[in-house]
C-alpha cells in the first residue's frame, strides 16, 4: 500500500482498494454533483462494511520472514529464517536476485524454514512464503535482503536483471550499499548503451542511487547493455569497487496504460494502438492517487497488504487494513502504491467511484484464479517495466526517486544529476 507523507492527517488513509478493470503490495465516483455525493457517501459506508467482512475471512497465519524486507549488511549465516505462527507453511522460495534458488529445509511441524547453507557476501536474495490456517486460508509474504560485504569494499545492487525482458520505462538503477563520495570515479566506470542509438544519461539522487535513462522511453525491441568497471575504483575513502560484470536487457513492445482519476478509467496501448479499456477504482478523496508516470517495478499473484507498515494505522497502532491475499498486485512506487485485484469490493464500484488508500484497484476474485476477471488480464499482459501515467487525480506528481519514476523528471534537469 501507499506510504505516503502524511501532511493532511493521515492522507492516504484506506486500503489501495477498488480496483478496476486495468489488466502496471500493494467508494464510488468522486465527480460533482450532489446525487453523485450523495451516491459515494452511502457506498462508501458499505463498502467499510464489506472491507470489514473481507477482513473477517482473511487467513489467521502471520508469516515472519527474517532479516526484515529491505535489510541491507544481512548475515550469511543463521540469520535468514521464515516461521508462521497461528498456520503452517506450505511454501517457501528462496532465489538470488538473478533468479537462482535456495536449497532450504521446513521444519516438520511446518513452523519454521531455513536456507540450507551459507549464502554468499554481498548478494541480494528474495523470498516468497506462503502458509495456511486451520480453515485452509492462505496468507503470503515476500521480503527481499541483501547480505553483508566487506568494510574496504562497495558494489552496485541493479536492476534489470542480465538477460531479462522489460518494458519501454524501465530504467537501469544501480543502488550502491555504501555512500559514494567520489561520484564521477564510480559514474565513469559505469557504462549504459542501447542498439536504438538513443543517448543516455546517469542521475545521481542520491549517495547511493545512481539511475541511467534516455530522454524518452526505450525504444521497443532494443536492446540495452550495462558495463562495470569498477574493481579497484575507489568509491570513497578506503573503499574500492569489486564488480567487474557485463549486463544486457531487451526491452519488449511498448505498453502505456492511462489512468484517468476522474472517469475512473484505464486505457491501455501497445504500441501506439489501444488494446482494452478498464474500469478502475483509484484512491479516494481523502487519498488520492499520485498523479505521473510510474513504472511497473514488481508482480505478485498475491501478496499481503498491511496498513502498518506504511503508515495507516488505527489507535491501537494496528494497520487499518491488513488483508493477506491481495491478488494480481503491481508495485508502482517504492512507498506502496500498486494496480492491483479487488475482490472485496462490489462490482459496481469498478467505473464508479474511488475508494482505496491510493492505489489504482481493478475488479478481481479471492485466490487470483479467475482468468476473465480485469486484474487477471492486466496482469497477464504486463511486464516489469511497463509505464501507468495516472492524471486528473487530486494529488500531487510522485516525486521521481519514488520508485523508478524519473520519467516525471525533465530532460535538462536530469542531465544535470550527472556527474561526468
Not at 123 to 131: D, L, R, S
Not at 283 to 298: D, K, L, R
Request: charged fraction near 20%.
Amino acid at each position: 500500500m501507499e506510504k505516503r507523507v502524511m501532511t493532511d492527517s493521515k492522507r492516504r488513509r484506506a486500503l489501495a482498494a477498488a480496483s478496476v478493470v486495468l489488466g502496471s503490495v500493494l467508494v464510488l465516483t468522486g465527480c460533482s454533483s450532489s446525487a453523485d455525493k450523495a451516491a459515494a457517501d452511502g457506498s462508501k459506508n458499505s463498502q467499510d462494511q464489506v472491507d470489514a467482512e473481507a477482513a473477517k475471512d482473511t487467513s489467521d497465519a502471520r508469516i515472519v520472514i527474517s532479516p526484515k524486507n529491505g535489510a541491507n549488511n544481512a548475515s550469511i549465516n543463521k540469520g535468514t529464517k521464515v516461521t508462521v505462527s497461528d498456520g503452517t507453511l506450505t511454501k517457501v522460495a528462496m532465489t538470488t536476485a538473478e533468479g537462482k534458488a535456495v536449497e532450504g529445509t521446513l521444519a516438520s511441524d511446518g513452523k519454521s524454514w531455513q536456507p540450507n547453507g551459507q549464502l554468499e557476501r554481498a548478494t541480494t536474495y528474495k523470498i516468497a512464503a506462503t502458509a495456511k490456517d486451520s480453515e485452509g486460508r492462505e496468507a503470503h509474504e515476500n521480503a527481499s535482503f541483501t547480505t553483508v560485504s566487506p568494510d574496504n569494499s562497495f558494489i552496485g545492487n541493479f536492476t534489470p536483471e542480465d538477460g531479462s525482458t522489460v518494458g519501454v520505462g524501465m530504467p537501469v538503477s544501480i543502488n550502491f550499499n555504501k555512500a559514494i563520495t567520489d561520484r564521477k570515479a564510480v559514474q565513469s566506470g559505469i557504462t549504459v548503451t542501447s542498439s536504438s542509438g538513443q543517448e543516455i544519461v546517469g542521475h545521481w539522487f542520491n549517495s547511493q542511487r545512481l539511475d541511467f535513462r534516455p530522454d524518452q522511453y526505450w525504444q521497443a525491441g532494443s536492446t540495452v547493455s550495462m558495463k562495470l568497471n569498477l574493481d579497484g575504483v575507489e568509491g570513497a575513502e578506503g573503499v574500492y569497487g569489486v564488480q567487474q560484470k557485463t549486463v544486457t536487457f531487451k526491452i519488449g513492445r511498448n505498453q502505456v496504460s492511462t489512468v484517468d482519476a476522474s472517469s475512473k478509467t484505464m486505457t491501455v496501448t501497445r504500441d501506439g494502438k489501444t488494446i482494452k479499456t478498464i474500469p478502475i477504482s483509484a484512491g479516494s478523496p481523502e487519498n488520492p492517487t499520485y498523479n505521473g508516470q510510474m513504472v511497473i517495478s514488481e508482480k505478485f499473484k498475491e501478496t499481503r497488504m498491511n496498513g502498518a507498515t506504511v503508515g495507516f494505522t488505527d489507535d491501537d497502532g494496528k494497520g487499518e487494513y491488513d488483508i493477506k491475499d491481495v491478488p494480481h498486485a503491481m508495485r508502482l512506487s517504492s512507498s506502496g502504491t500498486f494496480v492491483h485485484g479487488n475482490y472485496w469490493g462490489d462490482d459496481s464500484v469498478f467505473g464508479s467511484v474511488n475508494t482505496s488508500h491510493g492505489c489504482v484497484g481493478l475488479n478481481d476474485v479471492k485466490g487470483a484464479g479467475d482468468s476473465d476477471q480485469p486484474a487477471a488480464w492486466f496482469f497477464d499482459n504486463s511486464i516489469v517495466g511497463d509505464v501507468v501515467v495516472v492524471k486528473n487525480s487530486k494529488d500531487k506528481t510522485i516525486q521521481p526517486d519514488n520508485g523508478f519514476n524519473g520519467w516525471n523528471m525533465g530532460w535538462a534537469d536530469w542531465k544535470a544529476g550527472s556527474a561526468v
